[in-house]
């Protein structure tokens, strides 16, 4: 078996230790030498075409807004256990305002699904029982910042209303 072969991208003779293992390649190889794979790697990368591609995906999800719902229904299914419709049903029962501030979200906004995570094991997606309500994304992330610490909010709260205005010297 020969030790050395030709690279297809760039025409040089090297090693085989050069080309990356490959089971249905010539001799267990890859077709191109890690070097030129990694070039290729550099600019086709996502870092190279993140704004294309964003663009891109914002265009097609703008004509297929059908595909865009299908997928935040699964992600709400993996991630909370819980179906569109009972989102909606939550939605509903909360008159369509965030369970914190009592205000509606923005015109294509959606709340964010608010849960206790000392219920769940850490890490692990919710189980869907301890659901608390659905909130602005600014909201549920006030509250992390506080660690869902009921306490540390009223205190925050308090001061808020007996500091509403520094006196200027």
């Known amino acids: 078996m020969p030790d ?3 690279c297809r991208k760039c025409g040089v003779e090297k090693s085989l230790d050069d080309f990356s293992p490959r089971k249905k390649g ?3 190889r890859q077709a191109w030498c890690r070097k ?4 290729r790697a ?3 990368s996502y870092r190279v075409n993140r704004d294309l591609k964003r663009k891109n995906s914002r265009n097609y999800y703008a004509n297929h807004p059908e595909k865009r719902e ?3 229904e699964k992600s709400l299914e993996r991630r909370y256990g819980l179906t569109a419709e009972r989102y ?3 939605l509903s029962d909360q008159r369509g305002l965030c369970a914190v501030c009592l205000r509606p979200p923005k015109p294509g906004e959606r709340l964010s699904v ?3 995570h000392s219920c769940c094991p850490e890490g692990a997606r919710s189980c869907g029982k301890c659901i608390r309500g659905l909130v602005h994304s600014s909201c549920n992330f006030a509250i992390g910042l506080f660690e869902d610490n009921p306490t540390a ?12 205005v520094m006196p200027q010297e």
């Open 26 to 28: 010539k001799l267990g």
């Open 4 to 6: 050395t072969k030709v």
């Open 153 to 164: 909010l009223r205190l925050a709260a308090q001061y808020i209303e007996r500091t509403a």
């Open 36 to 39: 030129c794979y990694n070039e």
């Open 42 to 44: 550099k600019v086709s």
């Open 88 to 90: 909606y049903k939550i």
């Open 114 to 116: 608010d849960h206790d």
């Open 70 to 72: 299908r997928i935040w």
